[in-house]
């Protein structure tokens, strides 16, 4: 019997074999990211009510992650302004939340006649 064939032959299927369970394992891994829901964040006030003499209020933003991945990146803007109110890395670790600074909204002059401060303008 020859050992050097043998010995190829062994390397042959084992090299076949790690290749094998390599492409198992990454296909496995893969798996969850594709079927993963996207993260739940909530906040502690939805809609926020502020008070006409307040020009804002604080509330709590919360989420709930996946528990293989304890780490995921969270943007927060507002609309209409380009600039993010936050822009990070959060967790999952227990008691992780950011407060969020919800700034209040002057409502833009206008001629409608139909809320209070326009019908008061309204001449007939």
């Known amino acids: 019997m020859n050992t050097t064939t043998t010995h190829s032959n062994f390397v042959r299927v084992a090299v076949g074999a790690i290749v094998a369970l390599l492409g198992a394992l990454l296909i496995t891994l893969g798996a969850p990211i594709a079927d993963a ?19 804002s209020k604080d509330i709590q933003l919360t989420w709930d992650l996946e528990s293989w991945q304890p780490l995921e990146n969270l943007l927060v803007t507002d609309s209409g302004n380009p600039v993010p109110e936050f822009n990070g890395t959060v967790s999952n670790f227990p008691g992780d939340s950011r407060t969020l600074k919800v700034k209040a909204v002057t409502p833009t002059p ?15």
């Open 37 to 55: 829901a996207p993260p739940k964040v909530k906040a502690s006030e939805n809609p926020v009510l502020i008070p006409w003499t307040q020009p």
């Open 110 to 124: 206008h001629s409608c006649g139909i809320c209070s401060p326009c019908s008061r303008s309204v001449r007939r």
